[in-house]
């Protein structure tokens, strides 16, 4: 057993990065693999009201945050979501992370013109875990191949040209091929500039119960003090950015049903060292797995 003091210590370098559970734990889909085990019912994270959100995009400015990203769940189940990018892309860059089956074409045209007219960046990361109905489907859920791909049309056909985020459960995807089939795939689907982004799993939530508990963390896979010895190392997220959900503040996006992993009510109050204690932490540093764009 170890004590939090074997840990590595990360030192906070400067809120460069503010995330929004916007809709908490609720989302449209449940798949297998969500970290953090989001689906229609499970609101552990209800949404954020939109006075919450307004008090937050306050308190990140203040502290001189240079880009937003939302999150869920599912963002586009909030039902003020244009109101939320409005004000969001009022104070900076702003990416959001979707399923896309949402965005029917009206909100696609929204979204098109709202990024026309953004005087900051504005990006959709759009997951797809799969180069065929089969491959994401056994992931996602029955049917959400076609809806997805469905989406990004609308989308494309709107002018815009999302990150598509792949979530290498089948391992094969992150290797040249699998990549060179998710452009093709994107290709023929009139992405001619395709843009992948692709992130090891994370072994939690649901993800540590598929394939019958095989996928979680084994004892090594924690971080040690000499893991990382310089607390002021800048090579995970967390030193520059926090989370922010209905229930107060957290690290990163990974952790937040993590027992013991909340740091504080007020953003403000979060911008400290942490701890690096958390079987995810390893993923994040062995893999250099980002959540960022
Ligand atoms: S992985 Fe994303 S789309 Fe799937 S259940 Fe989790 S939040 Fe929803
Ligand atoms: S899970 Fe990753 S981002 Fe979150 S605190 Fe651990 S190392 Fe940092």
Same mark, same amino acid.
């Given at each position: 057993?170890? #004590?939090?003091?074997?840990?590595?210590?990360?030192?906070?370098?400067?809120?460069?990065?503010?995330?929004?559970?916007? &809709? !908490?734990?609720?989302?449209?889909? *449940?798949?297998?693999?969500?970290?953090?085990?989001?689906?229609?019912?499970?609101?552990?994270?209800?949404?954020?009201?939109?006075?919450?959100?307004?008090?937050?995009?306050? *308190?990140?400015?203040?502290? !001189?945050?240079?880009?937003?990203?939302?999150?869920?769940?599912?963002?586009?189940?909030?039902?003020? %979501? @244009?109101?939320?990018?409005?004000?969001?892309?009022?104070?900076?860059?702003?990416?959001?992370?979707?399923?896309? %089956?949402?965005?029917?074409?009206?909100?696609?045209?929204?979204?098109?013109?709202?990024?026309?007219?953004?005087?900051?960046?504005?990006?959709?990361?759009?997951?797809?875990?799969?180069?065929?109905?089969?491959?994401?489907?056994?992931?996602?859920? $029955? +049917?959400?191949?076609?809806?997805?791909?469905?989406? %990004?049309?609308?989308?494309?056909?709107?002018?815009?040209?999302?990150?598509? &985020?792949?979530?290498?459960?089948?391992?094969?995807?992150?290797?040249?091929?699998?990549?060179?089939?998710?452009?093709?795939?994107? @290709? *023929?689907?009139?992405?001619?500039?395709?843009?992948?982004?692709?992130?090891?799993?994370? @072994?939690?939530? $649901?993800?540590?119960? $598929?394939?019958?508990?095989?996928?979680?963390?084994?004892?090594?896979?924690?971080?040690?003090?000499? #893991?990382?010895?310089?607390?002021?190392? #800048?090579?995970?997220?967390?030193?520059?950015? $926090?989370?922010?959900?209905?229930? +107060?503040?957290?690290?990163?996006? %990974?952790?937040?049903?993590?027992?013991?992993?909340?740091?504080?009510?007020?953003?403000?109050?979060?911008?400290?060292?942490?701890?690096?204690?958390?079987?995810?932490?390893?993923?994040?540093?062995?893999?250099?797995?980002?959540?960022?764009?």
């Amino acid at each position: 057993m170890q #004590d939090l003091q074997d840990y590595p210590t990360l030192n906070f370098q400067h809120l460069d990065t503010l995330w929004l559970q916007v &809709t !908490g734990t609720l989302c449209n889909l *449940a798949c297998l693999h969500c970290f953090i085990s989001c689906g229609p019912k499970n609101d552990n994270h209800p949404m954020m009201s939109l006075s919450l959100i307004k008090d937050t995009l306050k *308190a990140a400015a203040t502290q !001189g945050t240079r880009e937003y990203y939302f999150t869920g769940g599912e963002p586009f189940l909030h039902p003020e %979501i @244009k109101e939320i990018i409005s004000l969001t892309l009022a104070q900076g860059p702003l990416t959001i992370l979707t399923n896309a %089956i949402l965005i029917d074409d009206e909100m696609a045209s929204w979204l098109a013109k709202t990024f026309e007219d953004s005087p900051y960046s504005f990006d959709l990361r759009v997951s797809l875990d799969g180069t065929t109905p089969e491959e994401n489907d056994t992931i996602r859920g $029955r +049917g959400t191949f076609v809806q997805i791909i469905a989406a %990004i049309e609308r989308l494309v056909g709107h002018g815009l040209n999302p990150v598509i &985020t792949v979530t290498t459960c089948h391992a094969e995807l992150a290797a040249d091929e699998g990549r060179q089939k998710f452009i093709e795939l994107l @290709k *023929a689907h009139n992405i001619t500039q395709p843009r992948l982004k692709f992130l090891m799993p994370f @072994k939690i939530g $649901r993800e540590s119960r $598929r394939k019958g508990g095989e996928g979680c963390y084994t004892p090594a896979e924690r971080l040690y003090l000499e #893991d990382v010895p310089d607390p002021n190392s #800048d090579h995970l997220q967390c030193d520059s950015c $926090r989370m922010v959900t209905a229930h +107060g503040v957290w690290p990163c996006p %990974i952790l937040i049903e993590e027992e013991g992993a909340r740091m504080s009510d007020a953003l403000e109050d979060s911008l400290h060292p942490i701890k690096l204690n958390y079987s995810a932490c390893y993923t994040c540093h062995v893999g250099g797995v980002s959540c960022k764009t």
